[in-house]
């Protein structure tokens, strides 16, 4: 089994890495040149096998980065997995409690909240081009019978009929009979204001095992692809199951509900008291948006890959 990497988070997975091996095997350097090469070799502990080697030369030619990312992450993984200091919900259910480490393997949902604000955004003009490409052989008919009877229609209901001619071919009227379930513009403001206050820019993976939802956000800068292209490839809602490597970081909705009642009831003289229970207040807003479910687990994530048997 080979590893296809989606994520991986190499400034993390190194800083662990060299607490782990008390060392980390970063890449090596090739430099060819015709002139006298020097190697020099950086070793581990006794018997860790790990060492970082660089081939350097002197003078100026081409220079060769083999990066080793990879490699470093499967040792880590494999490591920590030898060690027994990694909960793996399908085998070890009982160790939830116990561990810090996750791997977890199940389908996934791919939301990235920066495509859905754009999305938002221009969700009037795109349901109106919809709309348009649908109805666009009547809409066209409509136009022409319009321009005949400005034409030739000389009768005083002659506005009458255009104007019942246009108001057919009117796109809203169009868009709610093609579409009778669709939300108005004024909801979809409303679920744009949420979602970005409560989701920002994030691009977020959920995986699920069973009835628990494992969900990480992602740095983009760690994607192996473009956001878009993954999309593309996988589905929103994966068909292909997805491995995610990662430290636990919230196991549940245990935070403190605290009543906002009696806020200033002992006047002004506590004033920073009194603020920090008004933020409080407000964080049970901020919670009710995008606090962890019940049966949610929170994953900083390490890497994020699908598994191809060879």
Known sequence: MIRNFIYLDEEKMY????????????????????????????????????????????????????????????????????????????????DFEKMSFIKVKGRAIINDIAYFTEFFSKFESLTDSITYTQAVSHIEEVESQIELANSTNTTKNKRQIVDGLKKSIDIKNIKKALMPGLPSQKMVDAVSDLVSFAYQDDFEVQVYSGEQLFSSILKRECLREAEGLIVKKYGRKTEVEFVLFGIMTQKKSTEDKKSSEGLFANGFNDVR?????????????????????????????????????I
Not at 26 to 44: A, F, R, V, W
């Open 15 to 94: 800083s662990l890495s060299s607490q782990i091996f008390s060392g980390v095997k970063e890449y090596i350097l090739n430099e060819t040149h015709s002139d006298k090469s020097e190697d020099e070799h950086q070793n581990g502990p006794l018997g860790s096998g790990r060492s970082i080697k660089k081939a350097m030369t002197n003078g100026a030619s081409q220079t060769e980065k083999i990066s080793l990312h990879d490699f470093a992450y499967t040792e880590f993984e494999d490591k920590l997995l030898s060690d027994n200091k990694v909960y793996l919900p399908s085998v070890n259910p009982e």
């Open 273 to 309: 008291s009194g603020i920090m229970e008004l933020i409080d207040a407000f964080s049970n807003i901020d919670h009710e948006l995008s606090g962890v479910g019940e049966n949610e687990v929170v994953v900083d994530p390490i890497a994020l890959y699908t598994e191809i048997q």
